[in-house]
Structure formats: structure tokens, C-alpha cells
């Protein structure tokens, strides 16, 4: 791409990479706000840029935006280190139009967590946005040969958790909306037929809110929890406010008393759910709220 001629309309060059940069962003850090405030950092970078001598604007704000995340993510690890409570991301609805890399789901960014910040880079950069190595290498400050070892050693550790069967929209959000009705009128045999024998249910209130401290593991243990619940879903019901994509997984968000917003995301492979997903802290669904509980603080 040849430089250009004035760097002139500099907001407008920015605009076009934005969301592949937001994208990035949260890929990184699980977070949409810290995404959104990294992209930010790096518009003020691209206005004191020389951008005329930029070739490519597009990788250059790659390379910029990576740099802003692998330094945020030095203080992230230690946030996630003194979390209360299992760590979700920030659930992302997308109710209409499938993302264009909805490849990336959320087992797929929790598992992205379990990477060193230069192995989740070096995958998200190369194998998701489609990077060659030397630009990879120049984005994350290591030498190409490395970029392809840290490359080939987050395929190895996300291996299983790339979908290899998608469940078509309708069909997940017919599970969905048949799980939200067996756990809400406690119709636990219902319930059951859904869920696998190995189902996990993770629970995030980040200490803000109550929440289920640890994974619960297998049928029986969720199915448990979920007869407590129902017990008081009959006092209290709770309010179905969308059935929606969530991280690319099939789910819905509701309002729990006292008015916590929540979003609850279904893993479901080979027709059962083998994995439930719920965001319950206020600070992750602050954005939920505002964009679909119309009235919730």
C-alpha cells in the first residue's frame, strides 16, 4: 500500500480500522470497556503519528493496539489473580448479524486466558486477523521464529476448544429458550434431558453480587443448584428480557431479583449443554443494561 500523500483526514483512516480493532481489543482483554479505552490510546498515538510515512495504516494500529494490550494485560493478570469468584468476560450480545470472527466463542476466549499474554498475541494476530509471522513478530517485539513456536503452542492448548460442530442460531436459541423455561418452573426432569452428563455451570459475580464461588461440575450438581433456584423463581420470578447470541453461544439475559441484570450463554454440543455460562457482576453487564433493560441502573 503506498504512503499517503498528505496524512490528511486522519479520523477517517482510523474509523474504517476501527471495529476490526475493538475486535482485537477484546479478544485480548475480555473486557469491552478496556477494549474500547485501548483503541482510544491508540487513536491519540495514530494523530501524533507520521502518518505519512505509514504504508499500511491498518497494521500499523494492529501493532499498536497489541502493544496497548500486552501492557494492560501485565496489570489484568494480576487483577484476575485477586478476583472473587470464577472469571468470565464481559458478555458481548450480537442479536442480529453474526460476528464475522464467530469462530471465537466463549470457551474459546476463557481458554484464550489460559495463555501467556504473547501466545494469546501471536494466535489472535496470525491465525484470527491473519497476520503474516514478520508482522506478528514486529507487533509483539519477538523474533519471527518465536512468533510461529508461541503460534503452534496456543494452537496446541486451544485445540479442543475450537467449535467443531456449530450449532445453527435457531436450533441454540430453541435450547436456550428450553432451558430458561425447565429452570425457571423447576421442572427438573426437563432440565435434565438437556444437560450433559459432564456439564459445568460457572457462575461470575465478581464479589459484587451472589454467585456460585466455585464451578459446579456434573448433571447432578447443576441440576441441584438449579432445584434451589426454582424454589425461588416461585417468589421471585425471574424476567426474561431477550433470547440472544452471547460470545457466539446460544442464551438469553433476564433480571434476577433484586434487579440484577444477567446473561446466562449455553456451550451446547451434539445437542446437549455441556457447559453454562453467567454474568452477573454489574460492572460486566453495565453495557447489557443500558442497551436492552430499558429503565435498569
Known amino acids: 500500500m503506498s504512503a499517503s500523500s498528505n496524512g490528511a483526514a486522519p479520523a477517517t483512516g482510523f474509523q474504517a480500522s476501527r471495529p476490526g480493532l475493538i475486535r482485537l481489543a477484546y479478544r485480548m482483554l475480555g473486557s469491552m470497556a478496556d477494549a474500547e479505552d485501548v483503541v482510544q490510546d491508540a487513536y491519540a498515538r495514530w494523530l501524533a503519528a ?6 499500511e495504516p491498518a497494521a500499523f494500529l494492529r501493532v499498536v493496539v497489541t502493544r496497548l494490550c500486552l ?52 494466535f489472535l494476530l496470525h491465525d484470527v486477523f491473519g497476520m503474516a509471522f514478520p508482522d506478528v513478530a514486529e507487533a509483539i517485539g519477538r523474533e519471527e521464529a518465536a512468533c510461529r513456536k508461541l503460534t503452534s503452542r496456543a494452537r496446541v492448548h486451544l485445540r479442543e476448544t475450537r ?63 438449579h432445584a434451589a433456584m426454582a424454589r425461588d423463581f416461585i417468589q421471585t420470578p425471574s424476567r426474561l428480557v431477550r433470547y440472544a447470541v452471547i460470545d457466539g453461544l446460544p442464551g438469553f439475559v433476564t433480571v434476577e431479583a433484586p434487579s440484577i441484570v444477567q446473561t446466562t450463554a449455553l456451550h451446547v454440543q451434539e445437542g446437549k449443554v455441556v457447559a453454562i455460562y453467567v454474568v452477573r457482576n454489574p460492572d460486566k453487564t453495565r453495557r447489557v443494561s443500558r442497551n436492552w433493560v430499558p429503565g435498569s441502573a
Open 71 to 122: 501492557n494492560q494485560l501485565k496489570s489484568a493478570r494480576h487483577r484476575r489473580e485477586t478476583y472473587l469468584g470464577p472469571w468470565l468476560p464481559e458478555p458481548i450480545i450480537d442479536p442480529d448479524e453474526p460476528d464475522d470472527l464467530d469462530d471465537i466463542t466463549l470457551p474459546l476466549m476463557i481458554a484464550l486466558e489460559r495463555l501467556s499474554p504473547l501466545e494469546r498475541a501471536a
Open 163 to 225: 467449535p467443531r460442530f456449530a450449532v445453527p442460531r435457531e436450533d441454540g436459541l430453541k435450547i436456550a429458550a428450553a432451558f430458561f423455561a425447565a429452570s425457571r418452573s423447576g421442572d427438573m426432569a426437563a432440565l435434565r434431558a438437556l444437560l450433559a452428563d459432564d456439564v459445568v455451570a460457572t457462575a461470575d459475580g465478581g464479589g459484587k453480587v451472589p454467585a456460585s464461588p466455585q464451578p459446579l461440575v456434573g448433571q447432578h450438581a447443576v441440576l441441584v443448584r
Open 50 to 55: 507520521d502518518r505519512a510515512a505509514v504504508r
